[in-house]
């Protein structure tokens, strides 16, 4: 008896314990942080807002309201004009994406450092 309330306490605490968001997520979230944004081309800041709203400095954005991001641990998603171009990246490090972005016109490599 005394082998199998130790081996239940050690299930317990080894599976029951787990939260939902993953220790990459948690650690790294990009919520509400302020990124610059480089490609062959552009280069702006992109800030990461709550709810997945993405604000930007693109001197070319005429609508700002509709750009938004997603996290899914170090993977990241961003779409832009309402999904015209979109954006995939992995978070590289705490303080760098590196990705891919293409819209219906081209497709491009584009990488973002952390400001804060």
Known sequence: MKYVLMLIVLCVSIW???????SIEVAHSLKE?????????????VRFKEGGVLETTHPNDNSKDN???EQIGD???LEFNDGFSKYLGKM???NVIEGT???????WKWRME???
């Open 67 to 69: 750009d938004t991001w």
């Open 114 to 116: 952390r400001i804060q």
């Open 16 to 22: 029951g314990c787990n939260s939902s968001k993953s």
């Open 92 to 94: 590289i490090s705490p």
């Open 75 to 77: 993977e990241v998603i």
């Open 33 to 45: 942080t302020l990124w610059t944004y480089m490609d062959s081309e552009w280069s702006y800041q």
């Open 101 to 107: 972005a293409k819209s219906k016109y081209a497709s």
